[in-house]
C-alpha cells in the first residue's frame, strides 16, 4: 500500500527506534575506571503522547480511499483535510479538487471531514448529484446541536475562526449565529444576545474557549456552554503541552492551514519552549538546533504518524549522539 | 433621625462640596503676570461612581428599623449586614445578635441579608418563633433557582467563599452542593460532575466568576452558566475598576468581613492603584499619602454613603491644597 497507512508508520517507527536505541547505548556507556554512567549530554528528542490520525481524519480519509478506488468522477469543494502530503496522495488517486459546485458537472460530491452547510448539500442533491457524507463525526454532532440550539430559540455562539470550513458549515446550521474568534472591540452583538448557547469548533484553541466562555458568561444572567472541542484535540493539546512543559524546542507537524496544528504551537510557546512548525522533514533548519538541547515532537490530528518518525530520523542524522526517549 | 440615612448623607456631602470647591479655587487661581491657569499640583480626589448602600442592604436595614421600632424581642443570627456602624446602630436599638436558635428563647427570628438555609427556617417555625425574612431580594432568586435546579438532577456548582453565610444559605437549598471559592488541587469532585449547573454568590469578584467558569466548561461536554453576582456589586465592581485605573491610590471603605469591600480592594490593586482598604475615617493613614497624587473613594454595597465625604474631608483637613472632583 502506497502512501500514509498503518503499515508504513510501524516499518518506519521500527526504524527509528533501532537508532534511538543505538543512540541510548553511546550515551550510556559506562567511562573508564568509573562505575556511574556518563551523564546525560547531547539531544534529548521525545515525541507527544498523541499521535497520528484522529478518528475523523481516519474515517474522512478510509472514506476518500474506497470512493476514488471504485470511481472516477469523485469531487471535493476544498482539500478534504489539512494536510498537503493527504491531499497529494488523494489527487493522485483522483479526487478533484472545485471551489463550488457549478464546477461539479455530475457525479459525486464528497463531503469533506469539515463539513458543509445543509444549503449546499440541498443544492448538490436538487443538481442531482450523489452525495456522500465524510464529515467527521463529532462536527455532524455539533452541527446538530447547533440547529437544535437555534430552533428552541437561542442565540447561538459559535467559538472559532469564521473563514474556517468547518465554522461556515456549522453556521449554516444556526442562521444569525455569532461567530467568535477573539473578544470584539465592539461589544454590542453579544451584549444584546439572550438566550446565549456557545458551542466550538472542533479544534479550538482550550485557551482561548476559557476565556472567551468567562467573559461571555460574565456579560449575561443564563448561559448555556457546549465544549464542543473534540476529544482528540484536547488530548491532543493537553499531551503537547505536557510535553513543552519539559522540552526546550518543540517541532509541531502539520499543514500551514490546519488550525489544530497550529494551536498545538501555540500552546507550547505559551508553556516556555521555542515552538517551530513544519510541514514534513525538509523544512526542518539544522540552525534551529544546538545539539545539546531537549526536543519534543507533537503532530496535528491529519499528520501521518509516520512523519513524526521521518523528523526523528532527521534529527538523528544530524546529531548521531542524539538519545530519543520513548515514553 | 440618628445614625446613617439619607439626610445625614445628603447634609454631609453639602459640607464636603463645599470645603472642595474651595479647593479647586485654590488651584486654579490666575498666577500674577500670566493669563493661563497654574497646573494642577496637589492631591486630586474622586468618588467612585457607585455609592451607598446597595438595594438589598437599603431594604434589610429599613426593615430591621421598623421590626425594632415596634418589638422588643427581634433576634438576628450574626450581624444584619458587614458593616459594624450599622450593626453598633441597630444594637443600640435593641437588634439582638445570637449564633444560634437555642439562643432564642421566643419573639422574632429576622432573617438577615444574606439569608439563611431553610432547614434553619423551618426549624424556627418549629419552635413557635415569628420569622420575619430580609433576605436580599438576589439573593432569594439565587436560592431558588439553586433549589430548582438541584431538583433537576443537575450538579450544582456554587461560586463563592464556604464559610459565607449568604453561600450557606445558598447551599442549603441545593443538597450536595459543590462551593468552589478557586481552582480545587483536587480536581475530582468537579471532574465527576455532570449535568453542571453553575451560580455564584451575589457579591463574587468578577475576575474569578470568569476564570472559575471558563475551566469548569472546558472541562464538561454541557454547563450552563447563571451569573447571579447581583447588578449593584457589577456596578460596584466596574465604577471601582475604571476609577482605580485613572488614580495612584484607592481608599476602599467598609467592613473588613464585607466580601463585596474587599473585592473593591483587590480589583483595585490589579488595576495598578495601591489600596486601602478602612472601615471609616479613622483608620486612615497620613503615611500612605504624599499629598501629590489622585486618590479614589470606593464604598462597599453596606457602607453608609456618608463614610466616604467624612474621608475626603480627613484628607481635606490634612492636604487642603487638595481637589475634590465631582464626576
Redesign the interface.
Known sequence: MDGPSRHRDQRSEGRSLRKARAGVMNNSTVEPGSHKPAAVKGMRIQKARTQGFCFGVELTYKKALSETAERADVYTMGNIVHNPLIVKELDDKGLRNVDSLADIPEGTLFVRAHGLPPQTIQEAEEKGLRVVDATCPMVTRTQRLAKKLSEEGRSVVILGDPNHPEVKGIAGHAPGAIVMNEWPEDETEIRRARRIAIVSQSTLN?DK???L???I?????????????CSDTQGRQKSARELAREVDVMVVIGGAKSANTRHLAELSEAEGAKAHLVENPDELKREWFNGDESVGIATGASTPGFLADDVIDKLLNWFPEAEAVWA
Request: aromatic content about 16%; charged content about 25%; overall charge positive.
Open positions: 482550550g474557549f476559557r476565556e466562555v468567562g467573559r458568561a460574565a456579560m449575561n444572567y443564563e448561559v448555556r456552554v457546549y465544549n464542543t472541542i
